[in-house]
């Protein structure tokens, strides 16, 4: 016990040094960052829906910059081929043999930028590296370093000229973070820093501090690993997927992946909190990332307006929370 007492110590110790870091770079976003290292921390994936400008595509450079994971952009486009992404195989006239050109995909920390600007068949590529962490191409397989993570974004306002995921995709994504708005005061401080010449495409002059590494972020993962989760908290998380299945504003409800997304979640945000065991409040927190983009909302709760959020709200609500 005392082992992991003092492990966890270290990942919080790490994790709080990677938030100072972020500070320098980054104004508020507290829980959409939280959220990033719940993804990190459980070997996952994330969909990143909020508005242009709300420094998505920042807060993705920077962690990536503090963890040192090699960094990788798609700009997701109408005509964009899964070649694109994945690479290919190109005839090398002197010496009449085949090589890889790697795409994109090839790295640490893969931005997905607008991912929903693509038709299914580019999307798609996607899936087997998010699952397998491994791309096929020409049916040779290559496997992606075992810290791949995609952080794909989308526009949540803009629909024109877009191509909605599809379940499965949709699936493999840990969590769907919203990212809303400064506050009044921070939107102050970010206007003040742009005034006195603040310039986010230069990280070089944060000159951040390189706090973790690939090994140390495996390493944390196993820590991860090592929380408690005791019986009664294990019996709510079954009990809310199941509940979701059979909600009145709910026509398909979570499946088996919500409800170990919801274990792995919390586990990892109470890790972050410098616990060694999850409570269901680190389960009701999660909960909103975790179920918002798996649930399919029945047509009556659609036409009245009703949002996948304020269903989860209700849900939480409708199931006993253990003492």
């Known amino acids: 016990m005392a082992d992991i007492a003092t492990d966890i ?27 990033m290292l719940v993804t990190i921390l459980c070997r996952a994936h994330a969909l990143l829906e909020g508005v242009p400008g709300t420094a998505k595509t920042l807060m993705v450079r920077t962690l990536a910059r503090l963890t040192g994971a090699q960094f ?29 050109a790697r ?17 299914a068949k580019t999307q798609s590529a996607l899936l087997e590296a998010m699952e397998e962490r491994r791309v096929t191409i020409d049916g040779v397989g290559h496997p992606l370093h075992e810290s791949f993570t995609v952080f ?12 909605p995921l599809p379940e499965a995709q949709l699936d493999r994504f840990l969590l769907k973070i919203q990212v809303g708005y400064p506050s009044p005061e921070e939107e102050d401080r970010i206007l003040t820093a742009w005034h006195r010449g603040y310039d986010p495409s230069d990280l070089d002059r944060f000159k951040l501090k390189a706090l973790a590494s690939r090994e140390e972020l495996l390493r944390l993962r196993k820590v991860v690993g090592g929380v408690t989760v005791d019986a009664p908290v294990i019996r709510y998380i079954r009990t809310l997927v ?8 709910i026509l398909l409800g979570g499946g088996p992946r919500a409800g170990i997304g919801l274990l792995l979640s919390a ?23 975790v179920l918002r983009h798996r649930l399919i909302l029945s047509p009556d709760a659609e036409v009245e307006g009703t949002t996948a959020d304020q269903v989860i709200q209700q849900l939480l609500a409708s199931v006993e929370v253990p003492r």
């Open 152 to 163: 794909a974004t989308q526009n949540p306002i803009e629909q024109e000229g877009t191509y």
């Open 242 to 249: 199941q509940t979701s299945r059979r909600f009145p504003q």
């Open 103 to 119: 795409g994109p995909i090839f790295a640490d920390f893969l931005l997905a930028d607008e991912i929903n600007r693509t038709p």
């Open 72 to 100: 990788g952009r798609i700009q997701f486009t109408p005509d964009l081929m899964p070649s694109d992404i994945l690479g290919t195989n190109v005839f090398n006239l002197q010496t009449n043999t085949f090589h890889l």
């Open 267 to 289: 586990k990892a945000l109470a890790a972050i909190s410098g616990r060694d065991f999850a409570t269901p409040d680190d389960v009701r927190r999660m909960a909103y990332p």
């Open 9 to 35: 110590a270290r990942l919080r110790e790490s994790v709080e040094a990677i938030k100072k870091e972020l500070a320098k770079v980054i104004v508020g976003q507290t829980e959409t960052i939280d959220s």
